[in-house]
């Protein structure tokens, strides 16, 4: 079976290449209901289904102004291969846990990632904790049957007694679970807690006997008292036994254990774990990720330098650093930023993902908080001595910049490349990056645009899926609040199909909207408006020109306002509706320098300016003592946004520098680094 993409100028379309597959739309298709008034969906987590589908997890609440309550549950939604929800599930999903109107601080519950069962259907982990009542938390699991079905799991034997402020799951690959957890006590005197682990089957049963000094399970850190942990991870080794990570309290170091399908410790590994980093400073949130012949690598954050780092090592399968690994792990990304050798600014650096490459290396994914304006985002292939493998980009392969608290993910293609999803400023973008990090043939570099209303703060999702990938995000394009949406990638690249969004353009006095189609006989439309206030009003037809595109230009528009434009049109006499393409009508121009970028940059940058004359302009290029280290001037630029790119003739120290617009008596001043 074959699947197939579309990239546009400005959006990504999914489309099948037989009947059977055409239930993928363009622009994806919406998993969750939409809200209702004050209501939301936000994706929490997803999993493949191994069956080229996959199963997604979100949260969805409606907040009662009345009285400040909110109503909270957790659904699942089961989308097939393709494109459609699986037989046996409802269209709103399956919930798993609800909770009644509740007050501001007295309920909270964490969703852990869903995982898979390995058999088709997934495991729903939660932490719930009774903020009110004794400040309790419970350590909850649900299973989810690939057909619709949900069992509290919790209840059945000892798993519902765990009282867990952390936890981290996997599949064991048989059916069941491995979970590592920080277990709570409460009494007076309090029992000793405990950082243990455990293998649960399909039933909720607990396979591993608890430890003799009270843990529910081994204890994997037996010789602290009262421990915590700042992070926890959980990864199967594929023969019913578990990789598990955790950063300890006191020490915030990073430990890493191997325990066998019966419960045991594996040979080599010593009782209490591995020391991967003992080095200064607080190390937290570890990874985990298989690699080849046993062994497993381990990434996380780091504070041993200023600001935070990411780090990455491998342990053999006896326990033993990887050769070349250095001791405490070794650091991706740069390091922090320097002027004349003094630190101006501290990087933000972790490690969002860690995923096996299928070759015995690993991908991690690190993100870069920049000044705490934006964030960017960077893949790495690395070997067990923890460098990127041979002809990777140096420095990671870069997917683009987004909010700080952006998030992102990636997955292996089976080949030693990476499908990945980074929301940027420029909206959701998906990448299939190949064993050396270009671009897959077929792809476009930069990104292919999934989502241009995709919500940033919430972080995206993506799974395999036969020989391609199925991504799921959080959009905003429905006016009546966050929505789940999922898009299927094809591993081989984007193709035509009959009609895609080109391009959506505002002006203060009018909307531009381009659509290409492929069919060679031409194709008429209908254009449809609304605003998120009003429902869809027709505006006129639109027909394709020569070259395939379909061009309406709407000037009945109103600075400040959001529009969405759609076309409907006829396909083998069916009515079919495209993608909605939204947009803000922006007020007049204003003399603006925006951000250059990139930042931090390592050659040329460009410099985006907006200018409401056609007077000259300069741009001149400063560093911290003011020198002019650049100078262009723009003669009669023209009225709009330009974008200038500065190449100084010497390359530039590393540091700090400054980029200064200047038009009659306006000016306006940006920072930015260089750095090596």
């Known amino acids: 079976m074959r699947w197939d993409i579309f990239v546009a100028t400005s959006l990504l379309v999914v489309v099948s290449a037989s009947a059977s597959d055409a239930a993928w739309q363009s622009g994806g298709v919406q998993l969750s209901p939409t809200p209702e008034a004050n209501g939301a969906y936000f994706l929490t987590g997803l999993v493949a289904d191994d069956a080229g589908g996959a199963i997604a997890a979100w949260k969805h609440f409606i907040n009662h102004p009345a009285d400040a309550s909110y109503t909270y549950s957790h659904d699942a939604q089961h989308v097939t291969i393709a494109g459609e929800i699986a037989p046996g599930w409802p269209t709103a999903g399956v919930p798993f846990k609800i909770w009644g109107q509740v007050l501001p601080g007295t309920i909270n519950v964490d969703m852990l990632p869903i995982v898979s069962d390995g058999v088709g259907g997934a495991f729903q982990p939660l932490i719930s904790q009774n903020l009110s009542v ?85 204890d994997l850190s037996p010789a602290l008292v009262n421990p915590d942990a700042v992070g926890m991870a959980a990864i199967s080794d594929g023969s019913g036994g578990a990789f598990f990570a955790w950063a300890t309290i006191p020490g915030a170091d990073i ?195 999934l989502s241009s209303t995709s919500d940033l703060y919430a972080a995206p999702c993506i799974v395999r899926s036969q020989e391609g990938a199925i991504a799921a995000w959080t959009d905003l394009r429905d006016p009546a609040g966050p929505v789940v949406y999922a898009a299927r990638l094809a591993g081989d690249g984007p193709v035509a199909i009959a009609l895609s969004l080109e391009s959506a353009d505002a002006e203060p006095d009018r909307a531009i909207v381009r659509w290409f189609t492929s069919n060679a006989g031409g194709l008429e439309a209908t254009v449809w408006r609304r605003t998120e206030a009003t429902d869809w009003v027709e505006l006129g037809s639109v027909r394709s020109d020569g070259t395939g595109r379909l061009v309406y230009e709407d000037r009945s528009v109103v600075a400040g306002t959001k529009y969405g434009y759609r076309l409907d049109y006829l396909d083998n006499g069916v009515l079919e509706h495209s993608g909605e393409a939204w947009l803000v009508i922006p007020a007049p121009l204003q003399f603006t320098l925006e951000p250059p970028r990139p930042n931090p940059a390592t050659g040329p940058i460009t410099a985006s300016v907006v200018l409401d004359n056609d007077a000259t302009a300069v741009l001149d290029m400063l560093d911290v003592s003011g020198r002019r280290v650049l100078s262009r001037v723009l003669v009669q630029p023209g009225v709009g946004r330009h974008e200038v790119e500065l190449r100084p003739n010497r390359r530039l120290s590393p540091g700090l520098y400054f980029l200064r617009l200047t038009q009659g008596d306006r000016s306006s001043l940006r920072r930015f680094s260089v750095i090596r």
């Open 134 to 218: 004794d400040y309790t938390w419970a350590l909850e699991l649900y299973g989810i049957g690939g057909g619709g079905s949900v069992q509290n799991l919790g209840p059945n034997v000892l798993l519902g007694l765990y009282s867990a402020t952390q936890a981290a799951l996997d599949a064991d690959g048989a059916g069941g679970t491995v979970l590592i957890a920080v277990q709570k006590t409460y009494g007076s005197p309090a029992p000793p807690q405990h950082i243990f682990c455990q293998r649960v089957d399909a039933t909720g049963t607990a396979m591993w006997a608890a430890d003799p000094d009270g843990a529910p399970g081994p």
């Open 255 to 449: 430990y890493v254990q191997h325990v066998m399908a019966d419960g045991s410790l594996a040979a080599g590994w010593p009782t209490g774990g591995v020391a991967v980093c003992t080095a200064p400073g607080a190390q937290y949130n570890p990874r985990l990720a298989r690699g080849g012949a046993g062994s497993v690598f381990v990434g996380w954050t780091d504070t041993r330098d200023p600001g935070t780092q990411a780090y990455v090592a491998a342990l053999d399968a006896a326990g033993v650093l990887a050769a070349g690994c250095p001791v405490n792990g070794r650091k991706l990304g740069y390091g922090f930023y320097a002027a004349n050798g003094v630190a101006i600014d501290e990087p933000r650096e972790d490690v969002l993902d860690l995923q096996p490459d299928v070759t015995g290396g690993a991908l991690v994914l690190r993100r870069t908080n920049l000044l705490g304006t934006a964030a960017s985002l960077h893949v790495h292939r690395v070997s067990t001595d923890g460098m990127d493998v041979v002809g990777w980009p140096d420095g990671g392969r870069f997917l683009g910049f987004g909010r700080p608290e952006s998030g992102g993910a990636l997955c292996p293609d089976g080949a030693g490349g990476a499908f990945a999803v980074s929301p940027t400023f420029s909206g959701l973008l998906a990448f299939h990056l190949t064993s050396t990090g270009t671009d897959a043939p077929g792809w476009t570099s930069g990104g292919d645009q």
